[in-house]
């Protein structure tokens, strides 16, 4: 199993400003994700980010509005740019662990999430 | 990629049985099919995962037809605690990707 933590929490921001989330996982991992989930909506997936890699990004997200960095196996940072209201929504970092047992595929761990406000 | 349909939300009483249902009708021939519980303020977590027939841990059961085209997630004796929202996850690859499809979640209430 993995146990991820992510930072800040929760934050306020302004309209056109920045905000930087980090994700931070207790073991060495190959790929990490991020995620969006709007308020009492699913989860959609952002990019993923492999270490020594550039970031996936998913259709509707680009690089220039959510930058990933991926320095090392247990850490990314996801920035989500120049914010709009229409950004407010928490944002999830998950990892990835081949299963165990009878599970075959692999086995996604989720960090707690940062509820992200946007005024 | 899949796509996949879930019931908006479910009512049981605690000590029943509760079924829930997702659909993903062109799932890939390599797509795993997993569901996650999810408290709020909490990220998902992993209930149990399937390819074909049935599988079952100390929590849940799944169970999936022969066709694949939709999975059924059974929780035995629901409890108050099990108030939570479902998704269903469909997950493979695509184009060298990870494929990772989310289901729109089911929000199941448990009433004493």
């Known amino acids: 199993s993995a146990v991820i933590s992510q930072k800040p929490s929760r934050d306020i921001c302004q309209r056109g400003t920045s905000l930087t989330i980090q994700c931070q996982v207790d073991?060495?991992?190959?790929?990490m994700f991020w995620y969006r989930q709007q308020p009492g909506q699913s989860l959609t997936l952002i990019a993923t980010?492999?270490?020594?890699?550039?970031?996936?990004?998913e259709s509707g997200f680009v690089i220039d509005k959510f930058p990933i960095s991926r320095p090392n196996l247990t850490f990314s940072t996801l920035t989500v740019s120049n914010m709009s209201p229409e950004d407010s929504s928490i944002y999830l970092c998950?990892?990835?662990?081949?299963?165990?047992?009878?599970?075959?595929?692999?086995?996604?761990?989720f960090g707690p999430g940062t509820r992200l406000t946007v005024l | 990629l899949a796509k996949t349909t879930q019931p908006i939300s479910m009512d049981s009483y605690e000590g029943q049985e509760v079924n829930i249902t997702c659909s993903h009708n062109?799932?890939?021939?390599?797509?795993?099919i997993t569901w996650y519980q999810q408290f709020p303020s909490q990220g998902p977590r992993f209930i149990i995962q399937?390819?074909?027939t049935k599988v079952t841990n100390e929590v849940a059961s799944l169970f999936i037809p022969a066709d694949r085209k939709s999975s059924t997630l059974s929780l035995p004796r629901v409890s108050l605690s099990d108030t939570a929202v479902y998704y269903c996850?469909?997950?493979?690859?695509?184009?060298?990707?990870?494929?990772?499809?989310f289901g729109s979640g089911t929000r199941l209430q448990v009433q004493p």
């Open positions: 998950s990892v990835e662990m081949p299963g165990q047992g009878a599970i075959l595929d692999n086995e996604q761990f």
């Open positions: 073991s060495q991992v190959t790929m």
């Open positions: 980010a492999n270490q020594g890699s550039e970031a996936t990004y």
């Open positions: 062109n799932i890939a021939t390599n797509d795993y």
């Open positions: 399937g390819y074909k």
């Open positions: 996850l469909v997950a493979g690859m695509d184009t060298g990707r990870r494929a990772l499809t």
